[in-house]
């Protein structure tokens, strides 16, 4: 089985339900990925290949309208952490507070 994350504009999870609810092939699961602006579904297929299948059993209406993107990998699609540097006055500060500590 392979994960697909779907990823679109708010709103499509209602009418994406309905394009699906029919078809067993493809399993729906939970995900609590918070993307802002955005809704995240997941589901379960068979293999990569399966991939063209589920679109076709979506519609390219409900992909165009909703900017649907599939994603294999959760990292793909959520947002990075950005790492921030200590500027010279915090550098100076935390090495004050890792000399009164010991």
């Not at 779907?6 to 939970?30: A, C, I, M, Q, T």
């Not at 059993?57 to 959760?74: E, N, P, Q, S, T």
């Not at 921030?84 to 100076?92: F, G, P, T």
Request: no cysteine.
């Amino acid at each position: 089985m392979q994960t697909i994350y779907v990823v679109g504009n708010p709103g499509f999870l209602e009418l994406h339900r309905k394009h699906l609810d029919d078809n067993s092939k493809f399993l729906r699961g939970h995900v609590s990925v918070q993307v802002p602006g955005k809704e995240v579904q997941l589901f379960w297929i068979h293999s990569k290949k399966g991939l063209k299948e589920f679109k076709r059993a979506i519609g390219a209406d409900l992909i165009w309208k909703y900017r649907l993107r599939f994603y294999f990998d959760m990292e793909e699609f959520t947002p990075k952490e950005e790492k921030s540097e200590l500027n010279a006055d915090e550098k100076i500060l935390m090495r004050k507070a890792i000399l009164l500590m010991a």
